[in-house]
């Protein structure tokens, strides 16, 4: 449904996006990981054809991005992070105006706005104004909009931001039904849990570049069994090089000053790493050990935090 | 075209829910009106303040009172409010500013009168003043001739009643035949007098309603009126900004519609609410002012030509403006200088040539001149063309604010 082949994106001397190459299945859902910066949002606005690339083709639903402009935008739905809708217009009227702007009939319409707003419990107050509604309804409106012409390719800019549990688990209800009915959709997140929940296959992306893509249990195998532990102190990185080294099956992922994420065989030598590091007169602050899991692939793949 | 309606009649619908800022910019026309027209329109009765004037009697004789008395006498007494005061203190309140003139009465003033003697009053006029103590001189000027006047004719009668006061006699016979001389005079000049040969009739020329169509009202509210317009019209296109931020572009950018026709639609709302504005300001002419506008399917013609004008101007000026800080600084700076030059603010009658040049060039100088033409009742080919101007440099400025802001929204839409 969409391939990405050989993408490259400059701004200035920053490669904001290098060279990647990805496909995403019909009915997918595709999760698009990566910290602030990594080139997410460049990537998806190529898609959605609000940024021209320097290199690279997108091909949706077998046609060219560059030649079927037109075409394709009539296939394809937003979900932008900003709430991108009228707040002093009713939820009713909202949806028409994205549904008439997207070319879908009256009757169908009118179908498929009582349809989704049943669906998110929000039918009997579809002629409030916008305004008056709390930010996990307006998620919810902002989701349906992106969903009201049954887009086959909908991309979702972390649509989840800031909202409860509950309006949360609703917005996954629908996501994985609009891909039951076949709707591909690239899920841009920096929250773990919910790629590991949502998605059926996730790219990693870090500093312009897709480290791994897979589903879950195809990039935890990346770690192995191997635990990931990250240990913080007052040392310096060639101290910290220097006791590790005595440690064969600690494999060093990253280590600067105070800081170092190290690859376990299993987390019962991390006793003794730690006393290592106190007889050498190190203080320790902060010591965590993650299993395997889209996190600890996360640290092993880009040396950092996802909140970082 | 079916997506350019879409989109303008969102837009209508939110200006509908959310219309402080466009009833604020048509109430503020209509209240400036009002006070301007308040004090440069003509009123049935101009209420003059009274000229303060000091009076300094070193005589205090009855002739001194007789002149002073002039002043209290009639009209003049509701134009002059005299005081009689120590000439030191009349020079004090002076340098004071305290009034506009202080009239010296000389010792010996009646003496001297009554003895023929010339005799000099003197007024110290306030500096700082320019017609009021103008107006006291020549109500001085009157009554010292008046003075002199009554003392010419009754010269003899007055000799002869200052040896009955010097004699202290006043004997029966001679008093009788003074009274029959006086009256003798009284009537020999009466017939020139009474009633006077010339008389003034005052009349104030009212303002020529059935003449004229033409009011200060109906000349300033077209003036005020275009200036607000403007800010009107920006109120709207400045949603283009907004949506922006919003997000809303970025989704409709996404969507089958062209950005072109997002453009295109905010220069349709803005032109159509600004004329929608414009008809609600000349409905309140006519009912707060009485304006009589004219031809008033001619008006509608210049309401919708004027704001198809402004809405593509305005369109111009936003392709070269990148956020709602830029549009708020740089459009008010424009909008006034327009206002300013073009003659929403002074009329440009009193322009010098050449400023008018640059006035020409102003969207508020043919807006102004269409509205009073049309007021004026203008024969039609001298309106037609300013409508056929104001309709071409609309479009004009249209396709080219189009083409430019085209560009310019689709750089800044990814953040």
């Not at chain 1, 319409?109 to 929000?122: P, S």
């Not at chain 1, 790629?195 to 879950?216: M, N, P, S, W």
């Not at chain 2, 603010?345 to 006035?359: G, R, T």
Request: net charge neutral; charged share 25%; with cysteine.
């Amino acid at each position: 449904m969409l391939k990405i082949t050989h993408l490259s994106k400059s701004f200035d001397s920053l490669k904001a996006v290098d060279d990647i190459s990805f496909e995403v299945n019909k009915g997918e859902i595709f999760g698009f990981l990566g910290p602030n910066g990594a080139g997410k949002t460049t990537t998806i606005s190529m898609i959605a054809s609000l940024l021209k690339p320097d290199s690279g083709k997108i091909i949706i639903d077998s046609l060219d991005l560059d030649t079927n402009l037109r075409k394709i935008k009539k296939i394809m739905g937003v979900v932008p992070q900003e709430m991108a809708f009228y707040e002093e217009l009713t939820a009713k009227e909202n949806l028409v105006f994205w549904g008439k702007l997207q070319g879908v009939g009256r009757k169908t319409l009118e179908e498929r706005i009582k349809y989704y707003l049943e669906k998110t419990a929000l039918l009997g107050r579809e002629n409030e104004p916008l305004k008056k509604y709390s930010g996990g309804m307006k998620r919810r409106i902002n989701l349906i909009i992106g969903l009201i012409h049954q887009p086959k390719i909908l991309l979702l800019d972390e649509p989840t931001l800031g909202i409860d549990v509950q309006t949360r688990l609703n917005i996954y209800e629908i996501i994985k039904e609009a891909s039951s009915q076949g709707t591909t959709i690239l899920y841009t997140t920096h929250n773990l849990q919910e790629a590991e929940e949502l998605c059926h296959r996730i790219a990693i992306i870090d500093q312009g570049k897709i480290l791994a893509v897979g589903t879950l249990d195809e990039l935890i195998k990346i770690v192995g069994e191997k635990d990931i532990a990250l240990i913080s102190g007052n040392f310096s990185a060639d101290q910290g090089r220097k006791i590790l080294s005595s440690f064969k099956d600690a494999s060093v992922i990253s280590l600067e000053e105070g800081k170092t994420i190290l690859s376990l065989e299993a987390s019962k030598k991390m006793p003794l790493i730690l006393e290592q590091f106190f007889k050498e007169g190190l203080s320790i602050n902060d010591v965590s050990i993650k299993q395997p899991n889209l996190e600890s692939v996360f640290l092993k793949l880009t040396g950092k935090e996802l909140r970082e | 075209m079916k997506n350019i309606f879409l989109l303008a009649r969102k837009d209508f619908i939110r200006k509908w829910r959310n219309p402080v800022v466009i009833i604020g910019f048509i109430l503020i026309p209509v209240t400036l009106t009002f006070i301007f027209g308040l004090i440069f329109g003509p009123s049935e009765e101009k209420i003059l303040p009274r000229i303060p004037v000091l009076a300094a009697d070193k005589d205090q004789s009855i002739f001194s009172d007789f002149f002073l008395g002039f002043f209290k006498q009639g009209e003049l007494n509701k134009l002059i409010d005299l005081k009689k005061v120590e000439e030191k203190e009349g020079r004090k309140l002076m340098d004071k500013g305290k009034a506009s003139a202080l009239l010296v009465i000389p010792e010996n003033f009646g003496k001297n009168v009554w003895e023929g003697k010339t005799v000099e009053i003197l007024l110290l006029k306030n500096p700082s003043e320019q017609f009021l103590p103008q107006i006291v001189e020549e109500v001085c000027d009157i009554s010292t001739l008046l003075l002199s006047s009554v003392f010419s004719v009754f010269s003899d009668e007055l000799v002869l009643i200052k040896s009955f006061i010097d004699q202290g006699n006043f004997p029966d016979k001679d008093v009788s035949s003074l009274s029959v001389r006086i009256k003798n005079r009284i009537e020999g000049i009466s017939q020139f007098v009474f009633p006077p040969v010339i008389s003034l009739k005052e009349k104030t020329i009212k303002e020529k309603e059935e003449e004229s169509p033409f009011s200060i009202y109906g000349y300033i509210l077209p003036a005020i009126a275009t200036m607000f317009l403007l800010f009107i019209c920006n109120a709207v296109f400045e949603d283009i900004l907004r949506e922006k931020e919003m997000g809303t572009l970025l989704r409709m950018t996404v969507s089958p519609l062209k950005i072109s026709e997002f453009i295109w639609s905010k220069i349709l709302t803005s032109a159509l609410i600004g004329s929608l504005c414009t008809l609600i300001l000349i409905g309140l002419g006519i009912i707060i002012f009485s304006i009589h506008w004219g031809n008033l399917f001619l008006v509608f013609f210049i309401v919708l030509c004027l704001n198809i004008m402004i809405a593509g101007f305005i369109s111009f000026l936003y392709s070269f403006i990148r956020t709602e800080r830029q549009a708020g600084a740089v459009l008010s700076s424009v909008f006034i200088i327009m206002s300013l030059l073009g003659g929403s603010m002074i009329p440009v009658e009193s322009f010098p040539p050449f400023i008018l040049n640059f006035s020409k060039l102003t969207l508020n100088y043919w807006g102004i001149q269409a509205f009073h033409k049309a007021i004026m009742n203008a024969p039609l080919k001298e309106v037609v063309p300013i409508l056929l101007g104001m309709l071409f440099a609309g479009i004009l400025f249209s396709f080219i604010g189009s083409y430019f802001l085209n560009n310019s929204l689709k750089k800044g839409l990814v953040k």
